[in-house]
C-alpha cells in the first residue's frame, strides 16, 4: 500500500483499459462490448425501459405465466422505489438505516386508512365508496412519511453511524407494533384499501383491479420507479448530493468546508422517507390489504440487502440490486418449490427421499439475502455496478485528487483509527476494495 | 396512607405483594438479559463493532440444547442429582456451541473486515444474523417448540410473593459466571491483554498483545456467557423458537447500552434494569404485554438520544 505512490496510480489508471479490466463487468463480453457498457448511464436505462414498456405485450399464447409475471414485476417495481429511497439515505449519506420498512408502513396505512379500509367490511365493501384520490393520497402518505423521517432523524443526528443503526431499527420495530395494537388501525386484522378507480384513457378504460389485465398497475409501478431513478439522478449531481457524499467521507471536514449538518442529513432522512412512503402507498394499493405481520425488520433487511447488492450509492447497481433479490423472491422462488420435490425430493408415492423434502424453497428468500450480504460484503464491497463517481475516480479524471472514495462507508479506512490511516488515505481511496487483489497481481 | 395499607393487607394478592413479584420476575430476568449483554458489551469494548448476530448465538444455545434433551429422552424432571449433572452438561454444551460458534463467525466472517470502515462488519453480521436464523428455522421450523420441563416446579413463599428455586438457581450461577468474568478480566494475563486491546488496539500489539488471540478470546468468553443465557432461557421461558435471538439482542443490545457500551459493571446493571424495566412495564402499562419491546427500543432511543455514553460510561469526543 505504502509502496505506491499516487502518481504511479494515475499513470496506471490513465489508460483506463489496464485499470478497469480486473472487473467482470467490464471482462464479460456481450455481442462486442463488456457488461459495463449496457449497466451504466443512460443505455441502462433505456435498455430496462424498453424491456419493461414492451413487456405486458407479450401475448397470452407466447407465455402463459405473463400475468402472475406483470404482478411478480409491480412488486418489484415497488421494491426498486425503496432501494432508490433508502440508497439516498445509505448510499449517498452514508447513514445506516436499518428501519426503513417504517416508512414503508406508514405509507400503506395512509392508503388504507384514506380509503376508508378494513378487513371487517371487505365483503360489502363496493368499490364506489368515495374515498380521497388516489393520487392525493399518494402525497399525503410520501408526506407523512417524510414528516416521520424529519421527526426519527432529528434527535438522532449526533449519533454515530452504528448507534443511529440500532435506533433506526428500534424505530423500524416500534411502528408497526403501534399498528398492531391500536384499535384505529383494526390491530393484527389489517385494513384493506380500495384499490384506484378505472382511469378513462385514449387506449380505453384502464382498470386496476382486473386480474385478467395487470398491466396499468404494471405501468403505473413503472413510472413511478422511473420518476424516482430520475429523482435520484438529479440529487446526486446536485449541490446536495455532493454535499452527502461530503458526510458520507468525513462528517468533521465536511462540516468545516460549511456543510449544515443538521438540514443535509435531515434532507436526506426525509427524502428516503417520502419515497418509502410512496412506495407504501403503491403497495397497499396493489395488494391492496396491510397488515403489521407483512412489514417485519426482514424487509428493512431486504431492502438494505438490495442496496448492498448492487452497489452503495450507484443508482444502476440499486436498481438491478432490488430487480433480482425482489425477482428472485417473488417470482423464481416460488415457482422452483413445487418442481423441485415433485423431481427430485419426493418418491412418486409421495414418501419423501430426502431431509430437503421438508425443505420449502420458496422460504428460502431470507438465507439467500443473509448469505449474499456476507458474501458481497467480504468479496465486493462496492457491489456489482459500482457508483460512477468511483469509475470517475479510476480514470484518473479529477475525482481522485479530492481523495473522494466512491463506497466510502463501506471501502475507506476510518480516519484516525490507524496511525498512518492519514498518509495513506490517498492511496486507500483510490485502490480499497477490489482493487487490492489487483494491487497483489500487480505488485 | 393508613387506608392504602388496609387496602394492601386485605386485597387477595396485595398490591405491594404484586409489585415485588413483578420485581422477583424482573431480577431473573435482568440476569439472562446482562449475560448476553456482556457479550455485547466485551465485543463492542474491544473492536467497537454491535455484534448483531450475538442473539442468534444465544438462540443455537437454546436450540442445540433442545435437541440434547430430546435426544435423551427427558421429559419431566429427573431426581436431584440427575438434575444437577443435567443442568451442568447442559450449560457445559450451551456454551461451548455458542463460544465455538462466536469464535469462527469472528473468524471466518469479521476478522477480514478488522481494517474496512466500521459500518462493514456491521452489516456483515446482520447477514450473518439472518443465515443463523434460517439455518435454525430449516432444522426446527418456524413454529414455536417446547423445551420440556425438566426442572421441577418447587420454591418458597414470603408473603404472597413466590420465590422459585429456578430463579434463585438462574440468578446465582449468572452472578457467579459474572463474578468469574470479573475476575478473569482483573487477575489474569489474557484478562489485562483484553484491557489493553480495548484501549488501544497498536499500542497493545507494540507492548507485544496478541491481538488475534485476544480478539478470539473476547469472543469466546461473549459467547459462552450467551450459551448460559440460552440454557436458562430453554429452563425458565420452555419455548425454542428461531427468531428467539433477535429479540433477546436487541433487548440486551439496549441493556449494554444503558450501562455504557464497554463496560462491563454498566451491562450486568443494564441487564438488571432492563429486566424490572420490562416486567413492570408488562404489569403496569396498559396492554403492557403487547408494547414491552416498544416500550424498550423507546429507552435504547431515549438513552442514546439523552446520554449516549450510558449510566456508566464514560463520555468519548469524536475521533477525527
Known amino acids: ?443 | 396512607m393508613l387506608t392504602l395499607a388496609t387496602v394492601m393487607t386485605h386485597a387477595a394478592i396485595s398490591p405491594l405483594g404484586f409489585f415485588f413479584q413483578q420485581i422477583e420476575i424482573g431480577i431473573t430476568r435482568g440476569a439472562m438479559y446482562a449475560l448476553i449483554a456482556l457479550g455485547y458489551t466485551l465485543v463492542y469494548g474491544i473492536i467497537e463493532l454491535i455484534n448483531f448476530a450475538h442473539g442468534d448465538i444465544c438462540m443455537w444455545a437454546t436450540i442445540v440444547t433442545l435437541a440434547v434433551v430430546q435426544t435423551m429422552g427427558i421429559t419431566a424432571p429427573p431426581n436431584p442429582i440427575a438434575l444437577v449433572g443435567l443442568l451442568v452438561l447442559l450449560l457445559v454444551i450451551g456454551m461451548t456451541v455458542s463460544a465455538t460458534l462466536n469464535v469462527t463467525i469472528e473468524r471466518f466472517f469479521y476478522k477480514p473486515l478488522r481494517k474496512a470502515p466500521r459500518l462493514a462488519p456491521l452489516i456483515a453480521a446482520i447477514g450473518v444474523s439472518l443465515i443463523l436464523e434460517e439455518v435454525a428455522a430449516l432444522w426446527r421450523g418456524r413454529s414455536f417448540v417446547g423445551f420440556p420441563s425438566i426442572f421441577p416446579d418447587v420454591g418458597i413463599s414470603i408473603g404472597s410473593v413466590r420465590i422459585a428455586l429456578l430463579d434463585v438457581v438462574i440468578v446465582v450461577v449468572s452472578l457467579a459466571l459474572m463474578y468469574a468474568l470479573d475476575y478473569f478480566i482483573r487477575h489474569t494475563r489474557m484478562g489485562k491483554a483484553m484491557r489493553a486491546t480495548a484501549q488501544d488496539p497498536e499500542a497493545a500489539a507494540l507492548m507485544g498483545v496478541n491481538i488475534n488471540r485476544t480478539i478470539s478470546t473476547t469472543f469466546i468468553i461473549g459467547g459462552a456467557l450467551a450459551g448460559a443465557a440460552g440454557v436458562f432461557y430453554n429452563l425458565y421461558i420452555q419455548q425454542v423458537w428461531y427468531f428467539t435471538g433477535f429479540q433477546l439482542g436487541l433487548i440486551a443490545f439496549t441493556a449494554a447500552v444503558l450501562g455504557g457500551i464497554g463496560n462491563i459493571y454498566g451491562a450486568v446493571l443494564g441487564g438488571f434494569l432492563i429486566g424490572l424495566i420490562e416486567s413492570l412495564a408488562i404489569a403496569y402499562v396498559p396492554n403492557g404485554f403487547a408494547f414491552s419491546d416498544a416500550i424498550v427500543f423507546a429507552i435504547l432511543v431515549l438513552i442514546l438520544v439523552v446520554r449516549p455514553s450510558g449510566l456508566l460510561g464514560q463520555q468519548t469526543p469524536n475521533k477525527v
Open chain 1, 1 to 443: 500500500m505504502a509502496t505506491k505512490s499516487p502518481l504511479k496510480v494515475a499513470s496506471q489508471t490513465a489508460s483506463s483499459a489496464v485499470s478497469t479490466a480486473r472487473d467482470w463487468t467490464h471482462e464479460t463480453m456481450i455481442a462486442g462490448r463488456p457488461v459495463i457498457w449496457y449497466v451504466t448511464g443512460w443505455r441502462f436505462a433505456i435498455i430496462t425501459l424498453i424491456v419493461g414498456v414492451l413487456l405486458p405485450l407479450v401475448p397470452y399464447s407466447a407465455y402463459p405465466d405473463i400475468q402472475s409475471l406483470l404482478v411478480a414485476l409491480t412488486s418489484v417495481f415497488i421494491y426498486v422505489m425503496l432501494a432508490l429511497g433508502l440508497n439516498v439515505v445509505v448510499g449517498y449519506a452514508g447513514l445506516l438505516d436499518l428501519g426503513y420498512v417504517a416508512f414503508y408502513v406508514i405509507g400503506a396505512y395512509t392508503m388504507a386508512s384514506g380509503t376508508f379500509g378494513s378487513l371487517l367490511n371487505f365483503n360489502e365493501k363496493p368499490f364506489s365508496i368515495p374515498t380521497f384520490p388516489f393520487a392525493l393520497l399518494l402525497l399525503a402518505g410520501a408526506l407523512i412519511a417524510g414528516i416521520f423521517g424529519i421527526l426519527l432523524g432529528a434527535p438522532t443526528l449526533r449519533l454515530r453511524g452504528d448507534y443511529l443503526a440500532i435506533v433506526t431499527l428500534g424505530f423500524g420495530e416500534i411502528v408497526p407494533i403501534v399498528f398492531q395494537h391500536i384499535p384505529t388501525f383494526y390491530g393484527s386484522l389489517g385494513m384493506t384499501s380500495t384499490p384506484p378507480p378505472p382511469v378513462n384513457t385514449p387506449f380505453g378504460l384502464l382498470s386496476f383491479t382486473d386480474p385478467l389485465n395487470n398491466a396499468p398497475f404494471y405501468y403505473m409501478a413503472l413510472l413511478f420507479a422511473v420518476l424516482v431513478a430520475i429523482g435520484s439522478f438529479a440529487l446526486r449531481n446536485s449541490s446536495i448530493g455532493r454535499a452527502w457524499v461530503a458526510i458520507r467521507e468525513d462528517e468533521t471536514a465536511a462540516e468545516s468546508s460549511g456543510v449544515n449538518l443538521v438540514r443535509t442529513k435531515l434532507l436526506a432522512y426525509a427524502l428516503g422517507a417520502f419515497v418509502g412512503g410512496v412506495a407504501g402507498v403503491m403497495q397497499a394499493a396493489f395488494v391492496p390489504s396491510v397488515n403489521p405481520v407483512n412489514f417485519q425488520f426482514q424487509i428493512s433487511i431486504t431492502i438494505l440487502a438490495m442496496v448492498v447488492l448492487g452497489g452503495l450509492g450507484s443508482i444502476a447497481g440499486v436498481i438491478l440490486g432490488a430487480m433480482i433479490l425482489q425477482f428472485l423472491y417473488v417470482y423464481v422462488l416460488q415457482r422452483i418449490n413445487d418442481p423441485i420435490h415433485a423431481s427430485f425430493l419426493v418418491a412418486s408415492n409421495g414418501a419423501p427421499l430426502h431431509f430437503l423434502s421438508n425443505v420449502d424453497f420458496s422460504s428460502l428468500n431470507y438465507l439467500i439475502f443473509g448469505i449474499l450480504l456476507v458474501i458481497m460484503i467480504l468479496l465486493r464491497p462496492q457491489g456489482l455496478i459500482p457508483d460512477a463517481r468511483r469509475k470517475r475516480e479510476l480514470k484518473g479524471e479529477g475525482a481522485a485528487q479530492e481523495g473522494v472514495s466512491a463506497i466510502g462507508l463501506l471501502e475507506q479506512e476510518e480516519a484516525g483509527i490507524g496511525i498512518g490511516a492519514a498518509a495513506d488515505s490517498l492511496d486507500e481511496t483510490e485502490y480499497s476494495g477490489a482493487g487490492s487483489d489487483a494491487q497483489g497481481r500487480e505488485g
